[in-house]
T-cell receptor, first 112, second 115 residues
Framework: KAGVTQTPRYLIKTRGQQVTLSCSPI?????VSWYQQTPGQGLQFLFE???????NKGNFPGRFSGRQFSNSRSEMNVSTLELGDSALYLC???????????FGPGTRLTVT | LAKTTQPISMDSYEGQEVNITCSHN???????ITWYQQFPSQGPRFIIQ???TKVTNEVASLFIPADRKSSTLSLPRVSLSDTAVYYC????????????????FGAGTRLAVHP
């Protein structure tokens, strides 16, 4: 089976812009979770989608949003980028109810 | 949610066995212990999960004493490619299944394997 794929792998944006990141889960997996990883805060949960519905949400401002499509692919959007949004954004795929999560390689976002 | 404590860093040499201990003094009855491995600029990778005693797979072993207040990840005969950050997480199985909103990835243990 192909693993979790994330695009793009690297991205440079300027403050105030918005960005959309994409995640394709493992075939058959219905749950997609997003995480932000920074050196200072570590790995933090953003939100989780299951069957096109947001099932869980972390403590991030409304500038961070996401969605999931019928084929389980997911996108996350960050509007009005701030310097502090520079991070590695990870997507994890999961079958849905039981089993382990599989992480993608991440998208490295740099905000200048 | 059980808080975990791990060493910040460890050093080892190729071919040696590495044991990383994690303390979780307030682990709950329903909590499982899960270890992840993360290489730079990659997502964490599931290594092993256990509830009590010993669990072994093709990658590692997990030792959990009877009181479950700590656990030890054992990596046999490490190689340079085992250089990574290792995270110990403790939580209800349901938390590992989907939303990680209640799980906290700490700083982990940075393992450096030397030739």
């Amino acid at each position: 089976k192909a693993g979790v794929t994330q695009t793009p792998r690297y991205l440079i944006k300027t403050r105030g812009q918005q960005v959309t990141l994409s995640c394709s889960p493992i075939s058959g997996h219905r749950s997609v979770s997003w995480y932000q990883q920074t050196p200072g805060q570590g790995l933090q949960f953003l939100f989780e989608y299951f069957s096109e519905t947001q099932r869980n949400k972390g403590n991030f401002p409304g500038r961070f949003s996401g969605r999931q499509f019928s084929n389980s692919r997911s996108e996350m959007n960050v509007s009005t980028l701030e310097l502090g949004d520079s991070a590695l954004y990870l997507c994890a795929s999961h079958p849905g109810e039981t089993g382990e999560q599989y992480f993608g390689p991440g998208t490295r976002l740099t905000v200048t | 949610l059980a808080k975990t404590t791990q060493p910040i860093s460890m050093d080892s040499y190729e071919g040696q066995e590495v044991n990383i201990t994690c303390s979780h003094n307030n682990i709950a009855t329903n909590d499982y212990i899960t270890w992840y491995q993360q290489f730079p600029s990659q997502g964490p990778r599931f290594i092993i999960q256990g509830y009590k005693t010993k669990v072994t797979n093709e990658v590692a072993s997990l030792f959990i004493p009877a009181d479950r207040k700590s656990s030890t990840l054992s990596l046999p005969r490490v190689s340079l490619s085992d250089t990574a950050v290792y995270y110990c997480l403790v939580g209800d199985l349901a938390l590992f299944s989907g939303g990680y909103n209640k799980l906290i990835f700490g700083a982990g243990t940075r393992l450096a394997v030397h030739p």
